[in-house]
């Protein structure tokens, strides 16, 4: 199985297929390129454990590894709705909405994450994230947003929800993290 590193994918894989992104590349979501990036985060959360948790034990400055955390706890509540929304897990309300409260949970913890200006050989933080620090807190209570507007009541409402959310860790990850 394949993955690349534009959307949240395992480390490891970023290695061997890692993607130079360049201007030309970078399209505006549409749907077709939300469902890229649904698969592109199925791809990472199959493959990913491991690459995770080595990348944990590399990272040594403990506020870098304080946000890859977070990050990762973004990524386990975006999977379970992902996969929902993908069919490869039964569709469940509650469940759902546990995972949405989750991710509007983590997505407030980001900016006192970020705020100390820390570094890290494994980091993937740009540094325009502290040149732009307003605009990527704006990114990041953004991304709340949209997670607390997640409708689960039905599948069809949870996949809109769900894309806007997905729009959002991509337009940050744009942005401000390495590719
Ligand atoms: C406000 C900006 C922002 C938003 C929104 C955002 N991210 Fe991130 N994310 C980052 C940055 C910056 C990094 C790189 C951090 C570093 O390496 O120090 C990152 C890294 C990650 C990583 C890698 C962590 C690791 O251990 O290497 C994952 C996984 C991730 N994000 C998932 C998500 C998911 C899922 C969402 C949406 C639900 C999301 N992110 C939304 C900024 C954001």
Redesign the pocket.
Known sequence: MISVSDG?GG?ENSVTVRRKSTPQEKVPMTPDVVSRFLIV?CGGVFLGGAG?AQ??VEVSDPD?LG??HG??T??QS?AVIARMVAGTRRFDPQIAAAAANG?ADA?AE?PAQ?EKRADDPL????AE?WQNWDD?VG??SG?KQAAAAIDPSSPERLRAGWQD?AR??AA??DK??ED
Do not use: P
């Not at 980091?123 to 740009?126: D, P, Q, T």
């Open positions: 949240f480390r985060l995770w990348a944990r870098v946000r890859h990050m990762e973004l990524q975006a991710l997505a980001i970020f980091s993937e933080a740009r994230i990527f990114k990041a991304l959310v959002r860790c940050c990850h401000y993290r």
